[in-house]
């Protein structure tokens, strides 16, 4: 089995899709590197592949307590919009019958209404497969079973929580009842105990036998009231969700179909109206303007041309004026030049400049008279102060009217873009119809699950009152032989079957003992520490033995060495486990120290699988573990968080990389 893509899809701290390729590029480069500090997703990659695969039956890490429904809605990025929710999507290809298969699955979830939704797919060699996806939990099981995906799929405080002689003990336990199939005795064990149940209820004597069927026929109903309820709750599952999917179409189609943007109409219609308003206020203060002094903007030249010949006329006017006055003095001025016996030459220098000047000043006062203006004066401030104000003010009024005019027809546009209500009112209405439709399936499946809770618990009160009136009557007496004897061989092959899962427990624990101990020697750093390791079949406790074969207490080991232990069993249970899975590890290191963290970076990461992912921070696969490491890396990346988004980002890369 190969990893060869995650996408995490507003989940934990990852906003947006986010992908990371996870196909080794080749066999010699097995180690796929994803390096953070802490808080940015490194756990949320780990967890997100359990969850992918297994979805409600995952032990996710951050899966302590609490309903899956609760989980989930835990998971989604806090930033992400509650309509878009989070996803996962994991592609890998495995080896079956000889033939490499490529899956696809994607799970995702999202809030619909007060509950949540959750959706999986399932692709097959690039085509969707319905079946598959129905019994995933089941075909899951066939290439990486769930009892022992946590030997694959680990952090380092598992190694830590390993190192615990008690801890180690359930976790061999689990992993060889997983490994060995153990769970099926103990499936047989419970099939005979029914059995010897049964067949007891037929040695009751006549005076209990009364009691003992009264119970079991409680008993009976009980279990058949039960089963009904489950069947209910199976079909009002079916039928929720049949409606949610009729919905979620029947939402997309009147979408599609431009329902998003009806909620949008009254406002664009509040908008054109307001335009239209400010356009006519416009308008009227522009013919306001028209009105008034306005439209003598349009013979600027005109009125210049008009104020030049009324200065001209004033002046002639003022030149007629004064020539009647000059005319007089001019007769005086010479006659007293003359009795002043002035000179000859000196009365005509003056009589020819006066001359002259009346001539100037006649030949200006023949200006025609057009404007009939007496004061130019008025028409300078028009000129120089009030049509340069008005001609400004026009300006900025027309600016605006053509803004205006330009917000209008993409108002207009925008009105016209947005569907009728009427033609979408059928629509409108089956998508109604189809939430209500939603509701009430919910409402249907939530009453059977109460009704199907409650019926458990009447059922285990009816087979607790009949195993009490069976264990009575079993005391009082055993009256038929034929009976007895099957109980008694019953007891027998309850007796064999725990022989059974002894010795096979006994049988392959050798081998994984040798196994362990073959990790061991090529883990620790100190030459012949252990030189055997057995492992006790009744309370799988790990005995170790050092040089000449004397026990070496585990007690002993340093707090390193016991980890490197929790490694070696580990690396030996996943190696037992005979399928070429691959390894992702998070938190590698934990609190090893520079010496035992170069044997698991020199000789475990590159031997564990031939895949390897490590979610590592810098302190843990430093510089010196990654320059050991680089040669076996394939793929680096790091997880970058973003504090002004919230957010981790996945870049291609190392820390020193």
């Keep these: 089995m190969i ?86 999507e994991l592609i890998f290809h495995v080896y079956q019958q000889g033939e490499q298969h490529s899956y696809r699955i994607r799970r995702r979830w999202r809030e619909a209404g007060a509950s949540l939704r959750e959706v999986v797919l399932v692709w097959v060699d690039g085509k969707h497969d319905d079946a598959l996806t129905s019994a995933w939990n089941e075909h899951v099981e066939t290439f990486l079973p769930r009892g022992i995906a946590g030997l694959f799929f680990f952090d380092g405080e598992q190694i830590e929580a390993l190192a615990d002689l008690d801890r180690s003990r359930q976790v061999l336990g689990s992993a060889l009842a997983a490994l060995l199939g153990l769970d099926l005795i103990d499936r047989l064990a419970a099939d005979l105990a029914v059995l010897r149940r049964r067949h007891r209820g037929a040695e009751v004597p006549e005076e209990l036998r009364l009691r003992v069927e009264e119970r079991r026929k409680t008993a009976t109903s009980a279990r058949q009231a039960e089963e009904m309820a489950t069947e209910l709750v199976a079909t009002a599952r079916v039928e929720a969700e049949r409606a949610d999917k009729h919905l979620n179409e029947v939402t997309e189609r009147y979408r599609a179909a431009g ?114 203006l007496r004061d130019p004066g008025a028409l300078e401030p028009l000129q120089a102060t009030v049509l340069p104000s008005i001609r400004k003010r026009l300006s900025a009024l027309l600016k605006r009217r053509h803004a205006l005019a330009a917000d209008l027809e993409q108002a207009e546009r925008t009105l016209v873009a947005i569907p009728d209500p009427e033609a979408l009112a059928p629509l409108k209405e089956e998508m109604d119809e189809a939430s209500r439709d939603a509701m009430r399936c919910h409402a249907s499946l939530n009453q059977a699950e109460d009704r199907l809770a409650a019926l458990r618990q009447e059922r285990a009160r009816a087979d607790a009152a009949y195993e009490a009136a069976l264990d009575k009557s079993a005391e009082a007496s055993l009256a038929i032989d034929d009976d007895r ?48 390791v057995r492992i006790d079949p009744i309370s799988q406790t790990v005995e170790l033995a050092g040089p000449a074969g004397r026990a070496l207490p585990i007690t002993e080991l340093s707090a390193g060495e016991r980890q490197l232990l929790a490694v070696a069993l580990l690396w030996g249970l996943a190696q037992a486990a005979g399928q070429p899975l691959p390894m992702m590890i998070d938190t590698p290191l934990g609190r090893l120290d520079g010496s035992h963290r170069g044997h698991l970076v020199e000789r475990y990461f590159p031997e564990a699988s031939h895949q390897v992912i490590l979610l590592s921070t810098d302190t843990e696969i430093d510089k010196d573990a990654f320059n050991i490491l680089r040669p076996r890396v394939g793929r680096t990346y790091r997880l970058q968080f973003d504090s002004t988004t919230n957010a981790t980002a996945v870049e291609a890369g190392y820390f020193w990389k």
């Excluded at 007089?328 to 020819?352: C, M, P």
């Excluded at 003992?513 to 030189?531: G, H, M, P, S």
């Design 3 to 88: 990893l060869d893509e995650l996408v995490l899809e507003n989940i934990g701290s990852f906003r947006g899709k986010n992908r990371i390729t996870l196909t080794p590029p080749s066999p010699s480069k097995p180690v796929v590197l994803v390096g953070g500090l802490n808080g940015t997703g490194k756990t949320t990659i780990l967890e997100s592949i359990n969850l992918v695969l297994y979805g409600s039956l995952s032990q996710a890490p951050g899966r302590r307590s609490g309903s899956y429904e609760n989980y989930l809605r835990g998971l989604i990025h806090h930033g992400a919009p509650a309509s878009e929710g989070a996803a996962v």
């Design 259 to 372: 329902g998003g943007l009806l909620e949008q109409r009254e406002t664009a219609e509040t908008r054109v109206a307001l335009i239209r308003d400010q356009l006519g206020d416009l308008d009227e203060e522009l013919r306001r303007e028209a009105a008034e002094v306005a439209p003598l903007l349009q013979v600027t030249g005109l009125l210049e041309g008009l104020t030049q010949q009324a200065v001209r006329e004033r002046d002639a006017n003022r030149n007629v004026v004064v020539l009647n006055v000059v005319a007089t003095r001019d007769r005086e001025l010479l006659e007293q030049l003359r009795s002043a016996k002035v000179g000859a030459a000196t009365i005509a220098a003056v009589e020819e400049f006066m001359a002259s000047d009346v001539a100037a000043r006649q030949a200006s006062s023949a200006v025609p008279r057009i404007s009939g």
């Design 485 to 532: 004897r099957l109980v008694e061989h019953a007891e027998r092959v309850c007796g064999t079957l725990e022989q059974l899962k002894s010795k096979a427990t006994e049988r392959h624990l050798g081998r994984i003992a040798q196994l362990v101990l073959d990790a061991l020697v090529r883990l620790f750093r100190k030459e012949n520490l252990i030189t055997d």
